[in-house]
């Protein structure tokens, strides 16, 4: 088979369906939440085009500089605290036998795919005072009642954990499993222990990688919008719900398209920053 | 030695705290009573029946269950045409749309869920049912994009050349040699897309929220009047579908591979 630049309309044809879909339903609709950012709102939830800036000059007050600064703080804490049990984790997962490798990915898989609305409602239940943790503490003599933990800052951290978790070990993994471990055996062999040769030999090599792999997680937990609704009290709100908010309830689409627009800008930058990060250790 | 049991313990106790969560939901949707409580209070599986017999819970489900079917197939069509011309024709430019097809997955899904929001009330479209297939096609067409091209990827071009020189055109490749080849990575790039448009909320909401209750939307809904223990029973079958669709993908692919775990020369 030559390789060559297709030249005929018929051989250019087949990419004609993806093309359009794309540019119709992704870039058209992305464009148009640009544009929307810079409308101006009118009462009764309503905007009309417009060339103003306001939407972005709200991004100067106390209240969004608080959320940002919490979405910022939480999604960095999220991140490390993930890769932190995910990097241990998957280290160990890529050396086990085949079939146990494959039901761990599938277990993990299937708690990635879950709806945030059932992680949610899982955590809340789990915190609960009625059904959680707290009864079981009190069955073996550890807690004299009851309590609910959730909603807080500690059920949203945990359920934002959870979810990020096996994210973080699918996006670890592929380097993981590629690495050559007989360089930790070298490590090994003259002398070293292995939590010795896991922090100066693999932690150093791979050093890229986690860093990308953080800012991943860190764009990933950015990205919740539910969890902090249903775990976290409204001071726990995050920029994505309160996009969400803006959208829906208080119908301000321009306000909510320029958060989104910043949103995006953020998420592109450290996705990008990733990207460039892994490459340099791919090519070294 | 002594360390590999400490390892092994330690990841014991990382798949126990997975699947805790879980675990106290499938407790609780056994309770007897309408009430949340664990341990359950009595046994009953009437609140599974309730998925089924309760129109407004049946009516969600069989939702989620054809916008997932339709919204993947429609995904799966997106994504072949495009892995298949960027495999077959040098056309760097074609990775544009690769690039395209990869950027809705990786940005926070509020991004791609507002987008839709603006465009389906913009062509006054915004509440109608077909704007959610096209919304999770488009939203999840990472997925298939990712499994065919490393199907492609696997296929060796000398099939392909063996297959010209005894005179078959492209489209006689395509359906006897190529297809067959790459249909398992088609297959799990429908699957992956199936099982997250079955559980994608924000999307779904912001095209056709006001209009149709897809499962997580009804659970969420639901979630603000206060409890029924139909929300635990209903989670535990998705999360019962989830796994055994995984399990599938592994049973007749390679999910290693699938997620990367050899370099595309092995």
Redesign the interface.
Known sequence: ?I????RTLA?HA??L???L??IV??????G??IA?SFFRRVQGGFYEPDFVLANYERFLSAFFGNVLSFSLMLAGLVAVVAVA?AFP?TY?L?RLP?PA??RW???????L???????????S??L?R????T?LLVAVGLMEAPQSLSPGFGALLAGLV?QA??YTV?VL??AL??FDFSLMEAARTLGSS??RAFFTVLVPALRNTIVGTVIMAF?FA??S??LPQ?LGRPQHWTL?VL??DQ??YQSN?PF??AM?VF??LV??AL?GLALILGRREGSQ | MR?ATI?SVL?GL??LL?A???L??A??SVNAKK?????PQGFSLSWYAEIFTDPGWRGALVNSLTLAGLSSALSV???F??A??LW????PW?RA?EI??M??F??????????????WS?IGAYGQQWTAV??H??FF?TLPLVTLSLGFAAVD?SY??AA?TMGADDRAVLRTVILPLVRPYMISGFAFAF??SL????VA??SV?FTMET??IK??NA?RYGYTPV??SV?VL??AI??VI??L??RFGD??RL?????KSD
């Open positions: 088979m390789r060559r630049p297709p051989e087949p990419i369906f993806p093309a879909m794309l339903f992704f870039v058209i609709p992305f148009l939440m929307v049990i984790f160990r890529v085949h490798q494959v990915l599938v277990f993990l898989l299937s708690v795919s879950l709806s945030e609305v059932i992680i949610g409602f899982a955590w239940t789990l609960s009625t059904a959680g943790i009864n959870y978790f096996p699918l993994y592929p499993a590629r292995p939590a764009v950015l990205g919008y539910l249903l994505s996009i969400t959208a829906i689409m909510a398209a989104a949103l995006v998420s592109l996705v | 360390s390892g990841a990382l798949a997975l805790v969560p879980l106290v939901v407790g609780v009430t949340l409580s664990f341990p069509l997106i994504a045409p495009l298949w011309f077959r024709w040098k056309a074609a749309f395209l097809g950027t809705p990786i940005l926070p899904p509020v991004i791609t869920a507002l987008g839709f929001l603006s465009f913009a096209v919304s096609a488009v067409v071009r392909v050349e010209s099982v997250l559980n994608e909320y924000i909401y912001m929220g499962l997580p659970i969420f979630l929300m635990a989670t998705f999360v989830t796994a995984f399990g993908i592994a999910l290693p997620l990367g775990a050899w370099s």
